[in-house]
């Protein structure tokens, strides 16, 4: 069994990072993002620090809209035994509170762009029009459940032909993939050809795995 506060300790150590907001999860996207000819319209639903967002925002000078959904608050991920299952209440708030002082530090030239969503992933897609993104990223709670629910939510949220994406399709040291197995319950359900999901490994943060998925709308 897994201690929680090994990974609230990691945690603390990752906030007093110096490089911190040099963790970007998305990179594979910016290619494609940067070739479509058209403005994008992007979300991420779980942003964390934001570390992936501001990267994105720099490196896709196309986007022009970019909703950030986050509630910030105490959760409990996919699994209790890993480091990964608690999410504290407080690691979360100063979580968020490193992500509001990056959003409004003068420095940040792209503050207008964002759409700050604070709420759960299962209320955020409520702030969203349908039909509206070019793109998502969807890094939440990693449970089955909660992927297989955001994906629901969120699907009608993208345009036809924009890319509906997000993180850890790697299976974890532990043989578990609870984010793939959410996804193969979402296209089940909505009738998605598995085979059209494309697995991308420009992720600095998993370099040695799949880290990113996405399916063309």
Known sequence: MFDDSYYYKSYAEWLASPDIFERESSSGFIKILNSLDRDIVAAEVGVAFGTNMFHMMEKVPKITKYYAVDQWEEYKDYADDCPWGHMKGEMMQSVGEVFLDKLNSPDNKNTDKVVLIKKSSDVGHQFIENDSLDWIFIDANHSHKSVYQ???????????????????????DRGVNTVRNGIYQFCDEMGIDKNSIISLRDDPEHHKNEGCWMIQK
Do not use: A, E, L, Q
């Not at 955001?150 to 974890?172: A, E, L, Q, R």
């Open 150 to 172: 955001d994906c629901m939510n969120y699907w009608p949220k993208v345009k036809k032909g924009g890319i509906f994406s997000g993180h850890d399709w790697f299976t974890d």
